[in-house]
């Protein structure tokens, strides 16, 4: 059972650019989870998604960030316009149930820098 | 401000000696976690343990949670220089069941 996949690993972007991160669950898991990790600091949550559903966007920024995960294909998290200050590690999770006792399978993220 | 802080931010001991992180929070919680990322990767989940758990083994790994002063500690015997990574807990809170809030970490170095 492969665990999540995120690709690409790497990212390089100019500023004004789009980034598209793409997250695939491992399988069975039908919950995702988004966080970001800035350098020196902890993950940050930034949206929770079951498919076709965003069931919690608390953390995302309200503008140039979106996410999704379609009925079929793995999510996407979505940066359109990007600043330096989005440079970061993103980092996918997921669970086959949400809530109490469930623990989250990450990735192995995407590095994402902006130049 | 952070829900779940983690103390110390660094840690440097000698292999073979046992290395203890702490962590601490604010709100209610239903479980507690641990994770652990090298340098480079992503994260790799420990261990949790329940509000109504005091306890919990798993290998060379002790956590120990105190509802009361919530606060928990994750203690790792015989270190390696394997073990040498951040590690980081991570709070389920009583009021939202949908997501887990992270600490800044613990970065250990095992010196050889």
């Known amino acids: 059972n492969a665990g999540v996949m995120q690709n690409p690993r790497h990212l390089v972007r100019r500023r004004g650019q789009e980034a598209r991160l793409r997250c695939s669950p491992m399988?069975?898991?039908?919950?995702v989870y988004w966080y970001r990790q800035l350098p020196e600091e902890g993950l940050k949550f930034m949206v929770y998604?079951?498919?076709?559903?965003?069931?919690?966007e608390s953390g995302m920024p309200k503008e140039r960030f979106s996410a999704e995960f379609p009925k079929e294909g793995p999510s996407i998290l979505r940066i359109q316009q990007v600043v330096r200050g989005d440079s970061a590690a993103y980092f996918c999770?997921?669970?086959?149930?949400?809530?109490?006792?469930?623990?989250?399978?990450f990735g192995p993220g995407t590095r994402l820098t902006v130049t | 401000s952070q829900q779940g802080e983690e103390d110390p931010q660094a840690l440097s001991i000698q292999e073979g000696e046992n290395a203890t992180m702490n962590c601490s929070y604010k709100?209610?919680?239903?479980?507690l976690q641990w994770y652990r990322q090298n340098s480079g990767r992503g994260l790799v989940h420990l261990i949790l343990?329940?509000?109504?758990?005091r306890e919990k083994h798993s290998g060379r790994l002790r956590v120990t949670l105190d509802t009361s002063k919530k606060s928990s500690s994750l203690l790792i015997t015989a270190s390696r220089a394997a073990d040498t990574a951040s590690y980081f807990c991570?709070?389920?809170?009583?009021?939202?069941?949908?997501?887990?809030?992270f600490g800044k970490g613990t970065r250990l170095h095992i010196l050889p």
């Open positions: 999770a997921s669970s086959p149930l949400p809530g109490q006792g469930y623990e989250q399978y």
């Open positions: 399988k069975g898991h039908s919950h």
């Open positions: 998604l079951q498919k076709e559903n965003i069931i919690d």
């Open positions: 709100t209610s919680i239903n479980n």
């Open positions: 343990i329940r509000s109504n758990e």
């Open positions: 991570a709070t389920d809170i009583s009021s939202r069941d949908d997501k887990i809030i």
